[in-house]
């Protein structure tokens, strides 16, 4: 016992130490980033106070500029070049030249750079909610859930085990190199490319830039021609919080365009991490197969969301609404298939009409609302055409929200929360994917017809699966054919940063988020060396070195049942026979020497 006393008066005093060290606050310096041109409370300059009405029928693309403006109210924000395919490339250059500089930085000054950011963003929360909700339409509730609470936790999960999980790890060097030490080691890759969506503006920039940085890598970022004003004010916190901490410039780059220009980044880079539909990420992998660019691909999703009869209807009622108001087209693909079990379907039905009836679509920024506007242009009608077609073939409106007062100005952005029920899957609606707040209620029987049904889809990204008994709940979304499972409780993986994200089949291969996600940012490397240099080296034995002796086959066989047969015996055996297939060329190599 007096042994131990001192171990523990030890692990008592570091323990304390540790804990006073938590009360001491970092010293993280303060950055300062002019906001003065995207504040909205009443300094709209008359350049941006008109409203915009892009032309229909006609791609933007032609204009060579990006054009950029409020689909809540259509008011025009300004507008950014599409780079062409020279300029990309000169983008991309000198981010490679800067991230050779940066790969050499230590994971101290990397832990300081996103210390500077997390400072910035708490302070900051409104700011960046307001940009986000002036440039997709999303309410600022929904843009502090999706953009600030993600990237606080992933820069919180980076500071606690970034560096853990990029030092070297030591693996096991098995039996035939026993006299070995073997290690993977993580090294940047170089310069990453990123295109991503306008649904999370602010997030979608900082979750790869921040993998890539703290990776030792440079990324360049093309943000959506539908999200560029909001992306490249995020991109002015990016380069101030770069510059606090003296990281080369160009280390991070966004750039804006449409198809040209997110054909020369795939073309240009190290690796490229995509987030967007079906179809573009299918051109993406064909473009990055001429240069044989790794890919991630994270597309579209239809997630089930399924509902047992044991649980909590009230509760997962208003999971359910949610769900699929942040599918409102602002916000993620979500929760986009309900299935509830038939012995709970009306009383489900009846909880979720009592919350769609409260709520609202209207200008966001009122705070008066709980959808804002459809970020795409024309997207309310390609949401009202799904809509019919379930009508068509059957199904019902159970209830629909209501539209706040628009004003007389207000423009066609806008679709009320929509319930739908008797649907099944020959309605487009449970097979493509909406982006909208509609949502289609089937009913099922069985765990079984529940799971069947969950994956009759192409798209296999995430799934929600509610009951009052866990294990049946973790059964069946242990059956469902998807990337991400959430057991009673929905997208809850994504705070969960230590995790890593992303679908199977039309969704999309390859993670981000995690340990996974971060080691995908780097060139993994496997490295043996010797454990006893220069004691003990890798020799050829005598029977198989050049020219190889007559019995070289047989000391092969008995080399191989010395080290992996599975009788103790049968090995000790064999060692014999290699020690003697050993001693007996030595001696032949011995008597040829003397003979000469």
Not at 43 to 71: A, H, L, M, W
Not at 452 to 479: E, M, P, T
Request: charged share 20%; with cysteine.
């Amino acid at each position: 016992m007096a042994f131990w006393w001192p171990l523990i008066v030890l692990a008592f005093a570091y323990a304390i130490c540790r804990f006073l060290l938590m009360l001491i606050p970092p010293n993280v310096p303060s950055i300062d980033v002019d906001a003065s041109d995207v504040l909205a409370h009443g300094k709209e300059t008359e350049e941006n106070s008109f409203i915009y009405i892009p032309p229909r029928g006609r791609s933007q693309q032609s204009d060579k500029k990006v054009q950029c403006y409020e689909p809540a109210t259509m008011k025009y924000l300004g507008y950014f070049p599409a780079l062409s395919t020279s300029e990309v490339k000169e983008r991309v250059a000198l981010s490679r030249k800067a991230q050779k500089t940066w790969a050499q930085s230590s994971f101290k000054v990397r832990r300081q750079f996103l210390r500077i950011l997390l400072k910035y963003i708490i302070e900051h929360q409104e700011l960046i909610c307001e940009v986000s909700s002036r440039d997709t339409g999303k309410t600022m509730v929904d843009a502090s859930l999706g953009e600030i609470m993600t990237t606080c936790e992933k820069i919180t999960w980076l500071l606690s085990e970034g560096e853990r999980w990029l030092k070297p790890e030591y693996r096991s060097s098995g039996r035939a190199m026993l006299h070995k030490v073997s290690r993977v080691e993580f090294h940047p890759l170089g310069v990453i490319g990123a295109i991503v969506p306008w649904n999370y503006p602010f997030h979608n920039i900082f979750n790869p830039m921040l993998a890539a940085v703290f990776s030792g890598n440079g990324i360049v970022i093309k943000v959506s021609e539908h999200a560029s004003w909001s992306g490249c004010f995020y991109f002015r916190i990016i380069q101030a919080a770069l510059a606090a901490v003296g990281a080369p410039e160009n280390l991070v780059d966004v750039i804006t365009g449409f198809a040209e220009t997110g054909e020369a980044l795939v073309s240009s880079v190290d690796k490229m991490i995509f987030v967007g539909s079906t179809a573009v990420g299918k051109m993406i992998m064909r473009n990055a197969a001429e240069t044989l660019t790794p890919v991630t691909l994270e597309l579209g999703g239809k997630d089930a969301f399924i509902i047992c009869e044991d649980a909590d209807v009230s509760h997962v009622a208003q999971v359910a609404v949610r769900g699929t108001l942040q599918s409102s087209g602002q916000n993620c693909a979500g929760a986009e298939r309900f299935y509830v079990h038939k012995d709970i379907y009306t009383a489900f039905i009846t909880q979720v009409t009592k919350i769609v009836k409260s709520v609202s679509a209207g200008p966001p920024l009122t705070g008066r609302y709980d959808m804002g506007a459809i970020c795409l242009q024309e997207h309310s009608e390609t949401l009202q055409s799904l809509v019919n077609d379930a009508l068509d073939k059957g199904a019902e409106i159970a209830v629909r929200g209501s539209f706040g007062h628009l004003g007389e100005d207000a423009v066609d952005q806008y679709f009320p929360p929509t319930v739908l029920i008797n649907v099944n899957h020959t309605m487009k609606i449970m097979k493509e994917e909406a982006f909208g707040p509609i949502m289609p209620i089937m009913q099922f029987s069985t765990d079984e017809e529940v799971i069947k049904l969950a994956n009759d889809s192409r798209y296999a990204l995430g799934c929600a699966v509610f009951s009052g008994s866990q294990r049946r709940a973790k059964q069946i979304a242990s059956q469902i054919q998807c990337g991400v499972a959430a057991i009673n409780d929905f997208a809850s993986n994504y705070m969960c940063q230590s995790l890593p994200f992303g679908g199977v089949k039309d969704s999309g291969f390859g993670r981000f988020a995690g340990i996974e996600g971060l080691r995908a940012c780097c060139l993994v490397k496997s490295v043996v060396e010797d454990r006893f240099w220069p004691l003990i080296k890798t020799k050829i034995p005598k029977p198989i070195q050049y020219p190889v002796a007559e019995n070289a086959f047989e000391f092969q066989e008995a080399l191989v049942e010395t080290l992996y047969g599975l009788n103790i015996w049968d090995r000790l055996r064999s060692l014999i026979d290699v020690l003697k297939f050993l001693t007996d060329q030595s001696s032949h190599v011995s008597r040829t020497r003397k003979s000469h």
